[in-house]
């Protein structure tokens, strides 16, 4: 099964509004990424957050990473209709390149 | 050049046709890697390059051949595919495949049908 599962699988709020999403996975990992993709295009790589790191910031983007709880989370501040994508997170356990994707979710941002 | 390309954008084929897609970086990448994702769905690992050598190969089907002529460039060969390999494929790069965790840029993809 895939190493990451993600909360909500869909997500609708409305512009100016917080989006959280969780991302939970498995086994032990060196880092966790987040990617963002719009419809049918490629992905993104919005930030990487390290085991040894706690939380990141990237303008509107913040990530925290519980190592002992084995789960992530992405808030998106003050939301804007551009951000409506399907959100991943990424886990690379140091298998030489092998980063295992999560099922996404799809964030709908209402003008 | 922080871009990866990929071509083509599109390409539909026949069960017996023989097609390429490629792909290009230009950031002095040493990691590449095609992924396959269908609608609604994660993107899959196919294949990892690594300093041009095939470090990964996730159990892909041999009418799926992977080629890396050099750094810069990464080919996935298609021959005789069913229509259930019609997907988006996805091309990566990334600093390098090992544990420094650089993240990965991707490619706009190419949408494949197969008829």
């Known amino acids: 099964s895939q190493q990451g599962e993600e909360d909500p699988q869909a997500l609708s709020i409305q512009e100016g509004e917080n989006a959280t999403m969780n991302c939970s996975y498995k086994?032990?990992?060196?880092?966790l990424q987040w990617y963002r993709q719009n419809s049918g295009r490629g992905l993104v790589h919005l930030i990487l957050i390290r085991s040894n790191e706690r939380e990141k910031h990237s303008g509107r983007l913040r990530v925290t990473l519980d190592t002992s709880k084995k789960s992530s989370s992405l808030l998106i501040t003050a939301s804007r209709a551009a951000d409506t994508a399907s959100y991943f997170c990424?886990?690379?356990?140091?298998?030489?390149?092998?980063?295992?994707f999560g099922d996404g979710t799809t964030l709908t941002v209402k003008p | 050049d922080t871009e990866v390309t990929q071509t083509p954008k599109h390409l539909v084929m026949g069960m017996t046709n023989k097609k390429s897609l490629k792909c290009e970086q230009h950031?002095?990448?040493?990691?590449m890697y095609w992924y396959k994702q269908k609608a609604k769905k994660p993107p899959e690992l196919m294949f990892v390059?690594?300093?041009?050598?095939?470090?990964i190969n996730e159990s892909v089907p041999s009418r799926f051949s992977p080629e890396c002529p050099n750094s810069s460039l990464l080919n996935l060969h298609l021959h005789a595919l069913q229509p259930e390999d019609s997907a988006l494929y996805l091309c990566?790069?990334?600093?390098?495949?090992?544990?420094?965790?650089?993240?990965?840029?991707f490619g706009p993809g190419t949408r494949l049908t197969v008829t």
């Open positions: 990566a790069s990334s600093q390098d495949a090992g544990t420094s965790g650089s993240g990965q840029y």
């Open positions: 086994t032990s990992i060196n880092n």
């Open positions: 990424a886990t690379d356990a140091g298998n030489a390149g092998k980063s295992t």
């Open positions: 950031m002095g990448h040493r990691a």
């Open positions: 390059y690594s300093y041009e050598k095939l470090s």
